[in-house]
Nanobody, 127 residues
Framework: QLELVESGGGLVQPGGSLRLSCAAF????????IGWFRQVPGKEREGVSC????????AYADSVKGRFTISRDFAKNTVYLQMDSLKPGDTANYYC????????????????????WGQGTQVTVSS
């Protein structure tokens, strides 16, 4: 059974950076596309970024393009989300999620496409 564990959240000032990690346990992530989502209380979960199973394709929400970078380390069975130039509007609980995919170019920002979810890590951007 696949277990996802997020880490790296915290409090950061506007303009600062954080790197989130999504570590997988139980199964290798080699055949999974991995997405990052975020949610603010009272609002729907928003797709932030996604990376394909072999890492060749990525996708970003318009709100984070040019500021966030997704990557994966197959040796560590971990996916990262590097977040730069953070804004107060980026404050949310961030989740990673996985969906099995044999297609190298498959990416998605739709919550309903993903099957396995982590518990989330809180990111707060405030001065």
């Amino acid at each position: 059974q696949l277990e996802l564990v997020e880490s790296g959240g915290g409090l950061v000032q506007p303009g600062g950076s954080l790197r989130l990690s999504c570590a997988a346990f139980g199964l290798t992530l080699d055949y999974y596309a991995i997405g990052w989502f975020r949610q603010v209380p009272g609002k729907e979960r928003e797709g932030v970024s996604c990376i394909s199973s072999r890492g060749g394709t990525t996708a970003y929400a318009d709100s984070v393009k040019g500021r966030f970078t997704i990557s994966r380390d197959f040796a560590k069975n971990t996916v990262y989300l590097q977040m730069d130039s953070l804004k107060p509007g980026d404050t949310a609980n961030y989740y990673c999620a996985a969906v099995e995919s044999l297609y190298n170019d498959y990416v998605s920002l739709r919550e309903t496409d993903f099957r396995s979810w982590g518990q989330g890590t809180q990111v707060t951007v405030s001065s």
